[in-house]
Every structure is written in structure tokens, then in C-alpha cells.
């Protein structure tokens, strides 16, 4: 099977602003009263590229890219744990540094493996969906729609995995996250339409999910 290097560059960058929001969500950030994680302004790219792909390539591709990053992330995990594993040179004096960046613990990575799945699955099925029910019209409101959703699952899962029962648990903190990431598929939309129309051009291809198996499992249909 041809894929085009579009879509490939597509893949790439979801791919790239999933990992690079895992790395950098450690850092916790002051915007006035509201307290988010440093990742707020890059996560939301991997659903606004998420959105393109079921848009454009249609739920089947999606599901396949969702599951690539995955993995990749996955990858990016194990070997940053035998990382730390391995005993440092006796004159290296970052490894403490090492261990509170890329230090995961297994509840965090459950959290965010789980909150991951469920709400770029999510985000995908409510959108091919919308563009049966809308026939194509009103592409905004596919994407902030099922942002929405995906960002609402996705944010409630991770938050309360990783923190429930922790001092840091703030469930306010789920709404705040959620309304950022919400503020920023909105925000970009103008960029959004901009993405889809020129690949819908070049790629000749606009994928309705007619007869589609939402079986986020089926990684061969």
C-alpha cells in the first residue's frame, strides 16, 4: 500500500507532540490562580493532527496512528527506565535530575496509557460519527465537539489515576485542564480548516465512515 508523504509528515508530528507532552508535563506551571501542567499547550496538538487524520484518512487510519503512538511512546518509556537503571560515570552529577524528569512510576504511566487511549479513541469515533450526522458540513463543530468529549475522558482518567488519593488530588484540576485544552482546539480551528482543505485537495480523499468497524482492536480492518 501507497501512503503519502502527507500523511507520513501527519504522523510524525502527532506523534512527536505526544511524546514531547509526556516529557515535558513534569514541569507544573502558574498561569494567575490556575495551576497546569507545562504540556497544556502541546498536548492538544496531538488531538487537533488526531482530528485531521479521521477527517481527511477516516477512522481506520486514525485507529492505527493512535496505536503507533502507543507504542512509540511505550518505547520512549522503556528505554528511558533502563536509562536510569544503568549506573552513572562517577563524574556525571545530573542523575537525580534524570530521575525527576524522566522518572515515571507505574501509576503515572497507567494514567497516562489509559487516559491516552481512551480519549484519542473517543475523540476519533465522535467525530466520524459527526461527519455522517452533519454530511460533511460544519467541520468546527466536529472538532471542538468531539474534543470536548475525547479531552473530557482523557483529562478525568489521567488526573484521577495518577493523583486520586494523593495530597496533590485537586478535582478542580480536571475542569481547569479540560477547559484549556477545550480553549485551544477552539482557538485553532482557523489552523484546523487550513490542514484538512489543502489535504483534502492534494490527497483527492475525503473518508466517510459508512461501513467502518469502530472496534478500536481491529488494527487490520
Not at 132 to 143: A, M, N, Q
Not at 164 to 185: D, N, R
Amino acid at each position: 500500500m501507497n501512503v503519502s508523504h502527507r500523511l507520513v509528515i501527519i504522523i510524525a508530528i502527532f506523534i512527536t507532540c505526544l511524546i514531547t507532552a509526556n516529557v515535558i508535563a513534569v514541569k507544573v506551571i502558574s498561569l494567575g490562580p490556575v495551576i497546569l501542567p507545562a504540556a497544556i499547550f502541546i498536548f492538544p496538538l496531538s488531538y487537533i493532527f488526531g482530528d485531521v487524520l479521521t477527517e481527511v484518512y477516516g477512522y481506520r487510519q486514525a485507529r492505527k496512528v493512535i496505536w503507533l503512538g502507543f507504542i512509540c511512546n511505550l518505547i520512549f518509556v522503556i528505554f528511558a527506565w533502563i536509562g536510569q537503571m544503568l549506573p552513572p560515570a562517577p563524574f556525571w552529577e545530573g542523575q537525580e535530575a534524570y530521575e525527576s524528569i524522566l522518572g515515571y512510576t507505574p501509576r503515572l504511566l497507567a494514567a497516562s496509557f489509559g487516559g491516552y487511549l481512551a480519549g484519542e479513541f473517543t475523540n476519533s469515533f465522535v467525530l466520524a460519527k459527526m461527519k455522517i450526522l452533519t454530511r460533511g458540513r460544519w467541520l468546527w463543530s466536529r472538532t471542538i465537539g468531539s474534543t470536548v468529549v475525547g479531552q473530557g475522558l482523557d483529562t478525568s482518567i489521567f488526573i484521577t489515576l495518577a493523583f486520586i488519593g494523593t495530597p496533590s488530588f485537586v478535582p478542580i484540576m480536571i475542569l481547569y485542564h479540560w477547559l484549556a485544552k477545550t480553549i485551544i482546539e477552539a482557538v485553532a480551528t482557523p489552523f484546523t480548516y487550513t490542514v484538512v482543505n489543502f489535504l483534502k485537495k492534494k490527497e483527492a480523499i475525503d473518508t466517510y465512515d459508512y461501513e467502518t468497524n469502530f472496534n478500536p482492536f481491529l488494527i487490520s480492518d
